[in-house]
Each structure stands twice: as C-alpha cells, then as structure tokens.
C-alpha cells in the first residue's frame, strides 16, 4: 500500500443512501462506512475540496430507485460552488454524467473516492478516474460491500472485508490505495489560473 502524499483536490462520495446503509439490509460494515465518510466529507468541507455525492438512480423496485427513501443519500449535502450531487445510471460515476466536466471546469488533479460497492460503483469509478489522468486516493476503511453467499459447486461465502480488499488491489498499481481513510489529505480546488 501506498500513502497519499498529495493532498486531493476533490472527494467523490459514492452511493452513500440510506438503503445501504440502515436498516436490516444495510452492509455488513455500514457503521465503520458511515463514520470514515463522514469524517472525509467534514475535512474535504474544511479545506475548501469539492465534494461531490454520487448517487445512483437504481431500476424500478430496486433499493435505490429514485425518489424512494432508500435513494436518499445518507449524508447531507451543502450544496454551493464546492459541493453537489451527480447522479448515475452506471457502475462508473464518469459514464454520461457531467462529473468529467466538472472536475475539469473546477482545476481538479487528485481526487478521493470513498463509498459503495467496492467491487462495482467504487472501483468503476476509480478505474476511470485513473485512465483519465487523475492522482487517485482509494482509503480502505472507506469502501464497503455485502458479502457474497456462498454457490454450492463453486465457492464458499466471502466475507465482505475480503471483497473490497480484493477490488481494491488491482488499482494499487495506479492509485494511493491507503490503509486509513484519516491518511488522505486535501487542499482546496485550484483557481483557474493556477498551474
């Protein structure tokens, strides 16, 4: 693992809603999730980043289909300049969004992406970032999934701990896969003319 020596510019808050993470259903580490993500949004505020809540638009009868109460993001949201809410239909955040346009109308270079689900939306949108030339931050003990059951013939139950490990390996090469969300810094978003 790597530490993110330089400061993001942006934190990318992903699927955070409340269907995933209260109630029966909610991910396995949903309590460790909702903290790490919390306390990421309150720094990224406080040193003037973009923070940027993704939130996916889910199929009709889905946990997160729109305008439900599990669609709701769970953290609340300061909309102004530097903080606003994407929505997606995809795994990847960058998939006919206006997030790329963003990032680059806001002088954005490094970025963090916390969130759900490890394996799908979280490491989608991290590969994205990375292709597109962003330094990319990807916390551990920020990004969580559910387990996956057990398919008899096949493979024995994985814990969700294991899958996000697992998702979150192949990006070390290109990204700042740290151990600790309190590891990631941030700096505010450049001016325009700033180099």
Known sequence: MTLHTTPAHALLVVDVQRAFVRGDDALPEAARLVDRTADLIARARAAGALVVHVQNDGAAGADDEPHTAGWELHHPVEAGPTEVVIRKTHDDAFQETSLGALLTASGVRSLAVCGLMSEMCVQATARSAVALGYRVALPYDAHATYDIPAEPGISAAVPAATVSRVAAWPLSRDA?????????????VPSPTSP
């Not at 700042?176 to 505010?188: G, I, K, P």
């Open 176 to 188: 700042d896969v740290t151990a600790r969300a309190a590891d990631v810094t941030f700096t505010a």
